[in-house]
């Protein structure tokens, strides 16, 4: 799984711009919010937290 918050102003038409998401490829962007270190860790945290729980 890929995941790249980006805030380059390439998607004007966002509610959220310039702040995005690109899931698995660039021109997968979705609308999100401002993101710091710290949402970033708790993201991995929750996808680390279900792989393991999956795996079980």
Do not use: G
Request: charged share 35%.
């Amino acid at each position: 799984m890929v995941r790249r918050w980006d805030n380059a102003p390439h998607w004007p038409d966002m509610k959220t711009f310039p702040h995005h998401l690109h899931l698995e490829s660039e021109k997968n962007a979705l609308e999100c919010r401002e993101v710091f270190v710290e949402d970033v860790l708790d993201e991995l945290k929750t996808i680390i937290r279900r792989r393991v729980t999956d795996s079980s």
